[in-house]
């Protein structure tokens, strides 16, 4: 019922646009697209500006930005929001929005300059968005220029500020696990390279396997010697066993490095995004 009387209140909006061809300013409309954007009816929010009966306006600008950015179809937005003037009301909104957008679709370098320059009022958001793209660069440098911006006490920034203090120390100042040392340990033990990994029940099950395989090889080895098959065949599965156990403790510290680093990048773009929320509410 909602949603049909919103489409109706909007036929009702657009009527008037189908028989006269006197165009308006949309800040007559601005509550209302508001209004779409926040019961959830985007996609009418969209249909509403894109009519052609507006005046041309960093408003609209905006607006049209805004409603692609809450639909998720980043690159418009981001269009959008860099064609919005300096001197508008929604010109700081719409530059910090705009390198959220742009660090989401992966463009680190054109929203670090744009930060560069920056000399608006909103200073520490400024500097935790430089230091999210800094460490999104993995460039240690520019995360120390710009975390020395971090004041620790704006309750919209301070979560933020302290996350991305923790990645950039597990990142530069802790040395991190070495695939190959997990080789080189699983080679003297094996399966201690998977516990350096941290995978203690795979490292147990890879020492008990290798190291039961090795005694089977070795009773042989006494009972029947070198060359009977009974050596052989459980000889050859030791070797298997103890190769791969090397192999899978280098891959499984590869792997683990990988989703670390994975899960910090999400948070990073999460905390160069999230604040914004806070700041511009």
Known sequence: MKRAAVLAALALMLAPSLVSAQSAWISADYDFVEYLIDTDLKHD??????REGYFKSDTLTYLR???????????????????VPQDSPFAEKSFFYGNAVSAHLGEYD??????????????????????GLALLRADPEAY??????????????????????????????RPQKSPLLAAAASAVVPGLGKVYAGRIGEGIESFLLTGAMGAITAEHWIKDGPGSWKTIVPGLLCA???IGNIYGSYVSVSIYNNSVKDAQQTAILYNIHIPLRSVFK
């Open 240 to 242: 298997a066993l103890y």
């Open 110 to 131: 054109a929203p670090a300059a744009l930060l560069d320059v920056y000399e608006g009022p909103y200073r520490e958001l400024r500097a935790v968005q430089a230091a």
């Open 45 to 50: 929010a969209s249909v509403l500006l894109g």
């Open 144 to 173: 120390k220029r710009a975390a020395s911006g971090f004041g620790y006490s704006d309750f919209a920034l301070v979560e933020a500020e302290r996350q991305l203090d923790e990645i950039y120390g597990f990142r530069f100042e």
């Open 65 to 83: 930005g805004w409603t692609a950015y809450q639909l998720k179809e980043l690159e418009p937005a981001l269009e959008l929001f860099r064609a």
